[in-house]
Every structure is written in structure tokens, then in C-alpha cells.
């Protein structure tokens, strides 16, 4: 009778240790599937997309045509109009001009960005050219600026001649008259309506002959 009864307890216990590892290797196979499913790359559509849009960049603006019209004396007449014998003036590629990044005002801590004006891309006298001889008796100059985009709203042209500022219309065509003989600078700005330099041309040198007509005593 013992003997049953131990018989009975073992062939509990081995019942029991059985159903363990029978629990216990489910519990294995479904974590190793969880990390596996954890691994796998997501499709495509759980992808983030960049919202971002790439920049088109914008094409260069035109020049501004200019004419030039040379009589029968040999004096030269610019206009932004084409005329009856007037040549079309052969631009080249001037100097361009970069504006400075945006910089950030920082007040109370907090960042401000100071908003940037708008600029020009060429800005440059293409005629006469530096240290070109101009022969006029009336002593007339004109010179003919490159202006890319065309002059703004609110911006003024502005010319000096050897240091001085000299009148001007707002035109790319500038005319100078009764200019002395000899050697003269030029440079033109473009200025705000508060007077702040936006941006310089170089500064040429233009040498004007002008014939003296002497009369005998």
C-alpha cells in the first residue's frame, strides 16, 4: 500500500514538472517572436517624408539694352531706346554684386532678424570704359550704367564726378555738359530714401579733349 501511494506522488510531481516546461518553453518562443517582429524594417509608408521642398533657383535677370549713336564728327549719343543708325552696346559681364547675409539682433534675449533690403545683381558703368578718351567740343559726356533689376521704388541714382556730386534724372543714361577739359573720375551710386549707400560702382577715369579754338589778333 506504501508503495502505491509513492508511486501515486512521483507520477505527480513528474506530471507536474512536465506541464513547467511545457509553460515555460511557450513563454520562450513568444518572446523571441516579439524581438524578431521589433527587428523588421517598416514599410515605406511609415517612413517621415521630408516636406521640404528644394529650391528653384531663379535665372538671371536680363541687362538693360543700351544704344549708342556716333555722328559725323565722331560724338557718341547713348539712349535706352533703339534709334535710326544707333548699334546696340555690347554689355559685358560686369562685376556682381553678393548682399550680406541677414544677421540677428538679439534684445531682451530674445533673436530678431533684421530684415535684409532688396539688392542688386550687376551695378556698373559700361561706358565709357576706365581711362577711355572722350572727344567732344561742347564738352558733353554721357555714360551708361548697368542696373540689374532696374532701379527700385524708393532708390535714387546718384553721380559724382572728381568727388562731387553732380544733378541727375533717375536714368541709366547719364548726360554731363560743358565738362572742362581733362582728366575726370567717375562713380554713380544707388542710395535709399534715407540716404544709406546700397551699392558703389568703380570708380573710372574718363580723359575729355576738347579743341581751343584760338583766334588771331
Known amino acids: 500500500m506504501h508503495k502505491n501511494i509513492l508511486l501515486l506522488i512521483t507520477l505527480m510531481l513528474v506530471s507536474t514538472?512536465?506541464?513547467?516546461?511545457?509553460?515555460t518553453e511557450q513563454k520562450e518562443d513568444q518572446n523571441a517572436t516579439e524581438e524578431t517582429a521589433k527587428e523588421q524594417p517598416?514599410?515605406?509608408?511609415?517612413?517621415?517624408?521630408?516636406?521640404?521642398?528644394?529650391?528653384?533657383?531663379?535665372?538671371?535677370?536680363?541687362?538693360?539694352?543700351i544704344y549708342v549713336k556716333t555722328d559725323a564728327y565722331g560724338n557718341r549719343t547713348y539712349s535706352d531706346m533703339p534709334q535710326k543708325g544707333a548699334k546696340e552696346l555690347d554689355i559685358q559681364k560686369s562685376t556682381e554684386y553678393t548682399p550680406p547675409k541677414p544677421t540677428n539682433v538679439w534684445?531682451?534675449?530674445?533673436?530678431?532678424?533684421?530684415?535684409?533690403?532688396p539688392?542688386?545683381?550687376?551695378?556698373?558703368?559700361?561706358?565709357?570704359?576706365?581711362?577711355?578718351?572722350?572727344?567732344n567740343n561742347a564738352g558733353n559726356v554721357q555714360l551708361a550704367l548697368d542696373i540689374r533689376p532696374k532701379l527700385l521704388p524708393g532708390h535714387k541714382l546718384v553721380l559724382f564726378m572728381d568727388g562731387n556730386e553732380m544733378p541727375t534724372t533717375g536714368s541709366s543714361i547719364l548726360s554731363l555738359s560743358?565738362?572742362?577739359?581733362?582728366?575726370?573720375?567717375?562713380?554713380?551710386?544707388?542710395?535709399?530714401?534715407?540716404?544709406e549707400i546700397i551699392v558703389t560702382t568703380e570708380t573710372i577715369t574718363v580723359h575729355l579733349h576738347r579743341a581751343v579754338i584760338r583766334r588771331g589778333n
Open 178 to 195: 560743358n565738362v572742362d577739359r581733362g582728366s575726370h573720375t567717375f562713380e554713380a551710386r544707388i542710395q535709399s530714401a534715407e540716404g
Open 119 to 135: 539688392s542688386y545683381s550687376h551695378f556698373s558703368i559700361v561706358s565709357p570704359t576706365n581711362d577711355s578718351t572722350v572727344r
Open 107 to 117: 534684445t531682451d534675449l530674445k533673436p530678431k532678424v533684421v530684415e535684409q533690403q
Open 42 to 65: 517598416r514599410d515605406d509608408k511609415d517612413k517621415p517624408k521630408d516636406d521640404k521642398e528644394k529650391p528653384v533657383s531663379k535665372p538671371a535677370p536680363k541687362p538693360q539694352k
Open 17 to 23: 514538472m512536465t506541464v513547467f516546461a511545457q509553460e
